[in-house]
């Protein structure tokens, strides 16, 4: 179906006075004057719609909310130096009707509301702005990586080791379990894989064998988590970005990734102008100041000890207790990063026994070379380490856990034949956007979410 996309036009109206073309979209609102209609049609590729000025002659039947159409006219200057397109009833073709029990028939719907509609939320201004973000964020991150030598590798999704040791797993199976099974193992050996599997809830181990053969790789795939969080920002479904680079320490780790979000936002800043004002006028007032402040500032940098220190001294009633050894909950993340840095900062050095098992061990013997990158509003949106080269080291630290070695004998290779110091991190796509946007809820910055107890 030949026809122009919307946003070429609303671009540069200019340039297109006088000349004829033919568009396509959903009717987003219909009103009548006497002698002509005015009709705004969106296509999805750009927040603003094209109005359609229909001369009410002969034929005329007035277009409902919804309806999608294809319309051809002559390009003519409307108010403001925007471009409409005049046009008459026998140019207009409906090519699919929309009845009055349209849900979106009316603006102003709430986000709850909206969520209910999942296949039609896309049509309203706030989720239309929401996919292109995401599209354009996604694409800014491929880009950084290219651009920077990184290979974009594909993880398994389908796993039969839990990367994070954590036992928060999606099973995949075709066999129920049942009594007839006498044991586990034997359950598991009449499974498809003839072993316990599950979705992976991360490709770092798999990124860590890319990354030692390729020097720098990063992955962009779903990651799947089976724990009962029920969040504004936690999903069992997420996007999961993973850099795993050879020949780097925490510090190299810690600039990568400072380096890719700054980037990532100045495309956003500079591709997303409209959709940052929609934002901003609709749900966070200062946007883009904050994300103007992101690029220009350093990031903070405080170790989780002294982190600890700050919330103790802070003054503030956390409803969980703060004690050294204790896991940041999201209303500690958000004080130190809102209350005492006001900006996007790092914590380091965890105490070993609330991180993963791959995480380098700190000279101290009690912490760990991780990092977090916590975000105002958002709290944590970035996880991750330098990793456990030592073979020694690390064989401890999964005994110490309890792990079934067999089952990373690939992973313990790596330390085996030409280990290098390493790291990498993971940033979850969806805390990212709802960053950028302001949207607060996650459910809000992906098509289908997946949340427990809720699917669809
Ligand atoms: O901190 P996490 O669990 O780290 C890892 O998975 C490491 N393997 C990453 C690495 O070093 N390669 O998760 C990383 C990020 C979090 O900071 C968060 O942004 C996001 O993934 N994330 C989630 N996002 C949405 N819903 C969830 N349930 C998430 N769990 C983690």
Request: charge should be negative.
């Amino acid at each position: 179906m030949k026809h122009t996309d919307i946003k070429e036009i609303v671009k540069s109206p200019q340039e297109w006075l006088g000349k004829e073309v033919t568009v396509c979209g959903w009717v987003r609102t219909s009103r009548n004057s006497k002698s002509v209609a005015f009709v705004e049609l969106n296509d999805g590729t750009c927040l603003k719609n094209i109005q359609i000025v229909i001369d009410k002659t002969e034929g005329y039947k007035e277009p409902r909310v919804g309806m999608s159409l294809k319309v051809s006219g002559k390009i003519v200057e409307g108010r403001n130096g925007t471009a409409e397109i005049n046009t008459n009833p026998d140019s207009i073709t409906v090519l699919g009707d929309c009845p009055t029990d349209y849900p979106l028939q009316k603006k102003g719907h709430t986000l709850e509301f909206l969520r209910s509609v999942p296949h039609l939320r896309g049509r309203s201004n706030t989720f239309n702005a929401v996919w292109r973000v995401r599209s354009v964020l996604a694409d800014a991150i491929h880009s950084y990586f290219q651009k920077n030598n990184y290979i974009y590798v594909n993880t398994p999704l389908i796993t039969g080791s839990d990367c994070e040791g954590a036992g928060e797993m999606f099973q995949v199976t075709t066999v129920g379990f049942n009594p007839d099974f006498k044991t586990e193992e034997e359950y598991y050996s009449n499974d498809f894989f003839g072993r316990k599997a599950g979705l992976s809830v991360s490709g770092q181990l798999e990124g860590e064998v890319s990354a030692m053969a390729m020097g720098k790789i990063y992955t962009f795939g779903p990651s799947f988590r089976a724990e009962n969080s029920n969040t504004q920002k936690h999903l069992a479904e997420f996007w999961h970005i993973e850099p795993e680079v050879a020949f780097a320490e925490l510090d190299d780790v810690i600039e990568i990734a400072e380096d890719m979000i700054k980037s990532v936002i100045k495309t956003f800043l500079e591709k997303c102008p409209d959709e940052v004002d929609f934002f901003e006028a609709h749900f966070e007032k200062g946007l883009r100041k904050k994300l103007e402040d992101l690029i220009s500032h350093d990031f903070g940098r405080v170790t989780y000890t002294e982190a600890i220190e700050l919330l103790k001294n802070s003054g503030e009633n956390f409803v969980y207790p703060v004690e050294w050894g204790c896991d940041l909950q999201t209303e500690h993340e958000r004080y130190i990063a809102e209350k005492v840095f006001k900006k996007a900062v790092f914590v380091t050095d965890y105490p070993k026994e609330i991180k993963s098992f791959y995480m380098k061990q700190n000279p101290d013997g009690k912490t760990v070379a991780a990092v977090d990158l916590l975000v105002p509003e958002v709290g944590e949106i970035i996880g991750g380490s330098e990793r456990e080269a030592d073979y020694e080291k690390l064989v401890s630290a999964m005994k110490e856990r309890n792990m079934n070695l067999d089952l990373y004998s690939d992973y313990l290779d790596l330390r085996k034949y030409g280990s290098v110091p390493h790291g990498g991190f993971g940033l979850g796509f969806e805390r990212l956007i709802m960053y950028t946007t302001g949207m607060s809820n996650i459910r809000d910055v992906i098509l289908y979410p997946r949340t427990v107890g809720s699917i669809r």
